[in-house]
């Protein structure tokens, strides 16, 4: 099991809402992301981690998002799918022409996505 998977089961143990763990693991993968940026000393380890974790968490999204059991409006599904969408490109380009300009999309669409999650937004 991926280290996304397996911190969102974790997370998943607790008392917390789904919302909530969602938005948790959102602002995980931001902070990874983040911390990446601050400390930008060019395409390394760290960024190819914290890119492969945001990946798959956005992977565990994006098929739950696809799932017709899944109890969201389907305009909803369909948004978190685009975005999800958008998340991978970001991805894959970041890891073909490193950037850390191009954090900032990654970072700012964890951070409001758990905001609205957990109803700051």
Known sequence: ???????YTR??????????LEARALLKAAKQLHDVAANWTGADQ???SALLFNRKLWS??????????????????QNIANIGI?????????QVNPDVRKLDALININR????????RA
């Open 1 to 7: 099991m991926s280290d996304a998977a397996q911190a």
């Open 11 to 20: 997370a998943a143990n607790t008392t917390a809402s789904p919302r909530e």
């Open 46 to 48: 760290r960024l190819y």
């Open 60 to 77: 565990i999204f994006m098929s739950a998002a696809m799932d017709d059991n899944n109890p969201q409006p389907r305009e909803v599904r």
């Open 86 to 94: 958008f998340v991978m490109k970001q991805t894959s380009e970041m």
């Open 112 to 119: 409001n996505i758990a905001a609205g999650l957990a109803g």
